[in-house]
Every structure is written in structure tokens, then in C-alpha cells.
């Protein structure tokens, strides 16, 4: 098999050049060579990769020209044609840092060549790239060189063949946002009341699941006149025209349906039921109305309480339905009932 | 309170002329079973079948899976308020029999029931792969509506189980296992220096399908209460829901807790592991309100150092899961969740329903809505008709060539929230 081809990117500190005072050196191309952390690299790769070329840039000069550099450098690993680029590692230094994660980003994502960097965690750059390219976690000194390679190979070589890549925990690298299933040691259970001993002895645990900044929705300021308001009904709990004409799936909803109220009165078994998959069926399928009140709010109309029901509703299922999928039905239905004029929406839930 | 537990290990499940446990093997004549099925006039007919470790074997839809026991020494019997009357159980003497299941599936009656596979990928991810099962597939009669259904074949369950439970009395245990739990006083005396800990399991009360019940009553009509850690493992707690397979806790698994299990093993050591204390996970805001305030407030009468804290099912109940945390480590309780995540296909949104900061300890059971591909497998036990409506698959779910496209939210007890499997995610 042929040796997987790595260009690798580094600062003018550890291309041997000098420190703060050669930081604004242009970038360079050197064809065929392998530099400072890369000779590390070339041996831990052992014969299945090897880097064929190092690109060298003063960390200043990069982050001063970030355009201009970053093109220059993106038109020689276009031609160079890698398999993987490699940036760093960069340790804690900052500038270091934001030019690798910058670069491997940009590699990845216009050129479409695998990337990855490797820092400490604190390091600026993690945050702003640990979504767009594989970070590794590093020491926050270049005295953790030797522990960084052997990281950074590893993961290299597993990445550029295409094995399976695990959860960031397993593979050393900076989490992406994106949750990935794997299977522990110890059952859950067991790893319960070892996070609890730590809790208890006040010593330090790791979460397996950080709790996100939660996106809390504050109420509109009510309708002050109904009588005269355009009023929508939007249900979570899955009532659709009967045989669920769009497959809106009974959890994990990929999708919302639209179906209109025209000349509806009640929701019967006959014509309306319900799609979704977390609760018993029965009473929802013998009349919708319990879960889409169509039928009050006809009543309500007549007697002028609400000046008009909204000629369509909208509808998906709630079970297991992820937060992103929601939030985009939410999105797109908002927008059509805007245009349609309506002034408030009833959202009824199971 | 003390309980033994004897188990009893199963090696074979055989259909024989005779049923009997013998030399490890359990034998079935399936007749002796039937009429125990059907004495319910809402079922129409049954079958039995075994699927064992390894075959080319899928089983769906699943509804509950039930370990066999029975009580031989102190008050009580299996599956109190259901089987046996309501005496309190948890002490004495109880044989299992180990290394196998029954399992209750055939015509669906929600959309939450669940696949077990006995071999393939699907296997990796439920514990029913690695269990002996004998599986009892019912028909309901005609124009039976679904809870109806869910409640006759629940109840068959435990009667088959109680009964196959039944054969194993007199039989001398392969191993012995001891669960011992004091009073207030006496624990404090014992264990002067150890933390001292709970267990707060919030059972699955939505309602609709979804229910747990304690010693025969629906247990969200309860207000939490405080159990002996060993009341579960007589079958105290039953399952009567059609939760997502994946996180939904089958009666089994009430039985062999894990947490209460894990727990055991450190109590004397580690800690004082002092009791359950059981919750309901109801819809109306009142109900959510009261429980969890209940909890943390038991949890501070027992002056618990520490608990932890299980979850069943997803999304409406993790606000109950939320609100238990933030209350129970409010009261200066150390709180560690177990749960599972809804993290979309992609793994890139938001795991739970609600969040807190006070929940800075949690263990997950992986992301439900991760995709798998199922292979084509040689027998099924029960039926495909359902496979596409079930939750967690949907109109692409059976392919053309056979296999399968499936969230593992379709896969029994793939993503426990008790901690039985070993899956998780980062």
C-alpha cells in the first residue's frame, strides 16, 4: 500500500528559525522537507505515512495577512494533494494556536483534505476550531512534545486510513458539539456511584454530559383584542389527516405536515387520528378534537370571542423529536402563519 | 431488611413433555402454559418460542421482559398486589433463574415496543442477546383497545413467569447472594463515618400506555415514599409501559436494579446505602411540583449525604428529572443523574428537555437517535408488520433487501437509564 502523504504546518519557532523577533517572517514552502516536531512525526509514522512537505509561517505574519496567507497556503496543499495536513502542535501559545486551527480548518472544509491540530485546551484556538477540524489535546508546553506526537500519530494514522473514529474521550480530541455513542468499560450504573464517591469526597469527576446553556423563550405580551384576532392551531401531539399522508414518523419527527380547516368543523375518527407514538392512541384517534380543539374553537368564532380560525393548522410529533429538528419546524411554520396574517397560535401538546 | 437471593443458573431453555427444572436446564411443555394465558378472555391465542444467544433470531414487537422468581422463605410472594397479595416483601429468601428471560411481544400495541436481536450488530446494544429467552407471543381478540391489551398481556406475564418461577422451588442455588439494609438508628451506629446515600428512581407515570406500578398500584397516584432497596427484587416495582424501547425499564431490570445493585456492593464499605426512594414522573405541573418537592425533602429527613438519581423515558419527564436535581441539591444533597440523550440523528442538538446547572454529575446511556443498520435475520419471533411505525424508525426502516434502518431507539434497553449497559456517549 502507498505511504499516506501528510504536509505538515508550523511557526517560525519551531521550524528552528528564532522567536518573537522572526515571528513576521512570510510564509514558506519547503518542498521534500521534513522540520523540527515533523522529524517526531516521520518516526512515530513508522513506514505507513510521511510527510512530504512543511510549510512555515511567522505566527504574526499569519495573523496580520490571515487572507492573503491563507489563500497562498491553500494553493500549495491543493497542488501537493496530501492525504492529511497536519498544523502544529501549538501548546498554549496563542497566536500559535488561532494559525492552526485557522489553516486545518480551511484545508478541511475548501479543499476537502482531512486536517487536524493538536493544543492545549485553554489555548484560544480550541474554542474558535474544535467544531471545524480535529483538534487533539496537548500539555500547555512544548515539554509535552513527546506525548503530543504519540497522540497525534496515532490519531493521524487511524484518521487517514479511515477507521472509525470514537467518541472524543476515547480519541484524545477536543469534543466537537456533536454527541457520539461508544461503549464504556463499566456499566452506567457502576460509573453512577463511582461519580458519586468523587462528589462526596469532594474530588474532581468529569460530567459525561455538560449541561448546555438552555434557550428559554419569554411569552408575547397577551392579545389584547380576540374578538377581532386571526387565531392558528399548531399541535406537537400528531393529529393529521387520517393515513398521515406526509409519513410524519411517530417519534424522532423529521418533518411537520400542513392540512387545512376548510369548511372543518369537528375533527371526527373518520377523517382525522393521530401519528404520534407516545401515548395511548385510542382517545386521540376517537376525536382529534381532544388533542386540536377545532371544534371550541369553531364554537368560539361563531359566538365572536376570536375574530377568526386560521383556514390551516400545523402539526408534527413531539416524541423524541431532537431540539434542532423542533427549532427549525418552529422557524418555518412561524414564517408561513406571519405571512398568512395570523395574530396568535394556540400550540397544543400531548 | 435481609434478602437472600438464590440463583439458580439456566444453561437451556427445551419445550419437553414435562415442565421442570433440572441440572440447569428448564424444560416447557408449552400446554402447561397456555391456559395460564388464556384463562384472560382478552387474549385470543398464544404461542411460545425460545430464542437463545447467538441465533439468527429477531424478536418484535417486544413489550416486557420478566425475570423468573419465587419466593421460598419470609412474608410475601412474587410480584405483590398482581400475583401474590400485598404483604411487604424484600426479606427472606427468593430464587431467580439466572441467565434467562421471558420476554412478552406479538401484535403491537402502541408504537414504543422494541426489537431484541440474538445475533448481529442489534445484539451489542440490548442485554436480551445474552439471556436464554423464552418468548411468549399473544393475539389479542378482536376490537380490543390498546391499554386493555397492554394491561392483559402485562398481567399474563407475570402469571407465566410466577409459574415458571414456581418449578424452580426446592432447588438447591448455584450461588447466594445476601442484600442487607438497617434501620435509621442502627445504620447510624454501624456506620458512624459513612456517607450516607439514597437511591431516587422516578418511575414512568405519564399515563397512556405509560405506567409503573407499586405493589399493584399505578404509581402515579402515589406520593414519593421510601422502599427497602430489596422490595424491587421481588417484584415490588412493575413495568407497565410502552416507553421507547430503548430507555424504557422492563420489569427485569426492576428486578436486577443495577444502580441498587452497584450500590450493595459499596454499602458497608464506601457508604451506608439507606433506601429507595420512589417518584412518579406525572404531566400536570402540580403533580411535578409536589413530587419533587416530596423527594428533597425525604432525601433531607434521612439526612442523606448523597443520592442518585434514574430517569425512564425522555423529553416530558426530563423536566421532572431537572427538577428533582436542582431541589434534592438544593437541600445540600450530592446528586449524580443517570440518563440518556435525544441528540438527534447527527448527535448535534440538545440532549435533554431541560437543563440546570445544578446537574453538573451525569451519566448517560448513549443518544437514542443514533442510526443503525439491522441485517436481515433468518427467524422471527412475533412480527415485521409493525416494524416501520414503531418508535424510532420510521417509512424507510425495512429496506428492500431486508435489513433494517433503525434508530436505536427501537432496540429494548439500549440506552437504559438505570446503567444496565455499558453504552454511553461523548
Given amino acids: ?350 | 431488611m435481609r434478602l437472600e437471593i438464590g440463583k439458580i443458573n439456566i444453561t437451556d431453555i427445551r419445550f419437553a413433555e414435562e415442565s421442570k427444572v433440572e441440572g440447569g436446564v428448564l424444560y416447557v411443555n408449552a400446554e402447561d402454559f397456555k391456559p395460564v394465558v388464556l384463562e384472560d378472555e382478552k387474549i385470543k391465542d398464544v404461542y411460545f418460542d425460545i430464542a437463545k444467544p447467538g441465533e439468527s433470531v429477531r424478536i418484535t414487537p417486544v413489550k416486557d421482559v420478566i425475570e423468573p422468581r419465587v419466593k421460598v422463605e419470609g412474608k410475601g410472594g412474587v410480584f405483590p398486589g398482581w400475583i401474590s397479595k400485598v404483604d411487604t416483601v424484600g426479606s427472606g429468601k427468593t430464587l431467580a433463574l439466572k441467565g434467562m428471560a421471558l420476554v412478552t411481544a406479538g401484535k403491537i400495541v402502541g408504537f414504543q415496543e422494541g426489537v431484541i436481536d440474538m445475533t448481529g450488530p442489534g445484539a451489542d446494544y440490548t442485554p436480551f442477546s445474552k439471556t436464554l429467552n423464552l418468548v411468549m407471543v399473544c393475539e389479542p381478540v378482536e376490537g380490543l383497545k390498546q391499554h386493555d391489551y397492554e394491561a392483559a398481556v402485562r398481567k399474563a406475564g407475570f402469571r407465566v413467569a410466577a409459574k415458571i418461577g414456581e418449578l424452580a422451588r426446592g432447588i438447591e442455588p448455584d450461588e447466594t447472594c445476601v442484600y442487607e439494609t438497617c434501620g435509621i438508628k442502627e445504620g447510624i451506629e454501624k456506620y458512624p463515618d459513612l456517607p450516607r446515600v439514597g437511591y431516587v428512581s422516578m418511575l414512568q407515570t405519564q399515563g397512556l400506555l405509560h405506567d409503573t406500578y407499586v405493589y399493584g398500584v399505578d404509581a402515579k397516584q402515589i406520593i414519593p415514599t421510601i422502599m427497602s432497596p430489596t422490595e424491587a427484587m421481588d417484584g415490588a416495582i412493575v413495568s407497565g409501559n410502552c416507553v421507547s424501547a430503548c430507555d424504557k425499564n422492563p420489569t427485569y431490570i426492576h428486578q436486577n436494579n443495577p444502580v441498587i445493585e452497584d450500590l450493595f456492593a459499596q454499602h458497608g464499605k464506601t457508604i451506608n446505602f439507606v433506601c429507595q426512594i420512589i417518584t412518579n414522573e406525572n404531566v400536570y405541573l402540580a403533580d411535578k411540583e409536589r413530587s419533587s418537592n416530596m423527594t428533597a425533602k425525604l432525601c433531607r429527613m434521612l439526612d442523606l449525604d448523597g443520592i442518585i438519581l434514574t430517569q425512564e423515558g425522555f423529553g416530558n419527564p426530563d423536566t421532572d428529572l431537572i427538577m428533582n436535581c436542582k431541589k434534592i441539591e438544593a437541600e445540600g444533597v450530592k446528586t449524580v443523574i443517570v440518563t440518556d440523550e435525544y441528540a438527534g440523528r447527527d448527535g448535534k442538538s440538545q440532549s435533554l428537555a431541560d437543563a440546570d446547572v445544578a446537574a453538573d454529575a451525569v451519566v448517560t446511556g448513549g443518544n437514542a437517535n443514533e442510526v443503525i443498520i439491522l441485517p436481515k435475520l433468518d427467524k422471527v419471533i412475533g412480527t415485521l408488520d409493525y416494524i416501520n411505525k414503531i418508535a424510532g424508525a420510521s417509512d424507510k426502516t425495512l429496506r428492500e433487501d431486508g435489513t433494517l434502518e433503525v434508530e436505536i431507539q427501537v432496540i429494548t434497553a439500549a440506552t437504559n437509564e438505570m446503567g444496565f449497559g455499558t453504552l454511553s456517549a461523548r
Fill in chain 1, 1 to 350: 500500500m502507498a505511504k499516506i502523504k501528510v504536509v505538515h504546518y508550523i511557526n517560525q519557532f519551531f521550524a528552528g528559525i528564532g522567536g518573537e523577533e522572526k515571528a513576521d517572517i512570510p510564509a514558506e514552502l519547503h518542498k521534500g522537507e521534513v522540520i523540527g516536531p515533523g522529524m517526531a512525526f516521520n518516526t512515530g509514522f513508522k513506514d505507513e505515512a510521511e510527510i512530504i512537505a512543511t510549510i512555515v509561517c511567522g505566527d504574526s505574519y499569519f495573523n496580520e495577512n490571515i487572507e492573503a496567507v491563507k489563500a497562498e497556503i491553500l494553493g500549495w496543499v491543493k497542488d501537493l494533494a496530501p492525504d492529511l495536513f497536519i498544523a502544529g502542535p501549538a501548546f498554549n501559545a496563542g497566536r500559535y494556536g488561532v494559525a492552526c486551527g485557522t489553516i486545518a480548518a480551511a484545508v478541511q472544509e475548501e479543499l476537502g483534505i482531512k486536517s487536524m491540530t493538536g493544543m492545549y485546551v485553554e489555548n484560544p484556538g480550541a474554542d474558535m476550531y474544535k467544531d471545524k477540524t480535529y483538534i487533539l489535546q496537548t500539555k500547555d508546553s512544548a515539554a509535552g512534545m513527546r506525548d503530543a506526537v504519540k497522540k497525534m500519530t496515532a490519531f493521524a494514522l487511524k484518521y487517514a486510513k479511515g477507521e472509525k473514529i470514537g467518541a472524543s474521550c476515547q480519541d484524545g480530541y477536543m469534543n466537537q458539539g456533536v454527541r457520539v455513542n461508544f461503549f464504556e468499560k463499566e456499566r452506567g450504573s457502576k460509573r453512577a456511584v463511582d461519580m458519586l464517591l468523587k462528589k462526596l469526597a469532594d474530588e474532581p469527576f468529569t460530567t459525561e454530559y455538560p449541561m448546555p446553556d438552555f434557550d428559554r423563550v419569554e411569552p408575547n405580551p397577551a392579545v389584547k383584542d380576540m374578538a377581532h384576532a386571526k387565531i392558528a392551531l399548531v399541535t406537537s401531539g400528531g393529529i393529521v389527516v387520517k393515513g398521515n399522508p406526509d409519513h410524519i414518523e411517530s417519534s424522532s419527527a423529521s418533518r411537520f405536515g400542513e392540512y387545512s380547516l376548510e369548511g372543518v368543523y369537528d375533527l371526527d375518527e373518520n377523517t382525522f387520528e393521530t401519528a404520534h407514538g407516545g401515548y395511548d392512541p385510542v382517545y386521540a384517534n376517537q376525536d382529534a378534537d381532544r388533542v386540536l380543539p377545532v371544534d371550541v374553537l369553531r364554537d368560539l368564532e361563531k359566538e365572536g370571542v376570536i375574530g377568526k380560525l386560521h383556514e390551516k393548522y400545523y402539526a408534527t410529533v413531539g416524541n423524541g423529536t431532537s431540539v434542532a429538528n423542533a427549532k427549525g419546524f418552529g422557524a418555518e411554520i412561524g414564517k408561513r402563519l406571519v405571512a398568512d396574517g395570523v395574530d396568535a397560535v394556540i400550540l397544543t401538546s400531548t
